[in-house]
């Protein structure tokens, strides 16, 4: 997909404020059974075609509203996922605005993930 410059200067612009995470340690610290929630923030039909395994979906469009109905503690660690690592950004960075203080973005995505050989659900 190609994107706008208007919209990659955003993403460029949030992802110097929020802290990133690897495929690699995602991957590790599930298969060590870490304690951390994992979010999909895609679309409704992104996730139905498949997902990582524990994933909750919160889309992008719906996270600010029902982020503290589902996680009302702002020190949970928090690792949101998109297609390709932007949308995923720009939600960490409006939940560190919301006071959420250990958000991460997963760098490349469920793209990324797949490609990783990643375990795919759904």
């Not at 495929?23 to 498949?50: P, T």
């Not at 939600?91 to 959420?100: D, F, H, I, P």
């Amino acid at each position: 997909m190609e994107h706008s410059a208007a919209f990659l200067a955003l993403v460029e612009r949030a992802k110097k404020g929020v802290k990133t995470v690897d495929i690699g340690a995602v991957k590790r610290r599930l298969e060590g059974g870490a304690k951390f929630f994992l979010i999909d923030v895609r679309e409704d039909h992104e996730w139905e075609n498949g997902r990582i395994p524990g994933a909750i979906h919160m889309g992008r469009g719906i996270l600010e509203r029902d982020i503290e109905k589902r996680i009302p503690q702002t020190d949970r660690e928090i690792v949101l996922y998109c297609g390709g690592g932007f949308r995923s950004a720009l939600s960490a960075e409006s939940l560190q605005k919301m006071g959420y203080s250990r958000v991460y973005s997963m760098e490349g995505g469920f793209r990324a993930w797949v490609e990783a050989k990643g375990a795919v659900e759904k």
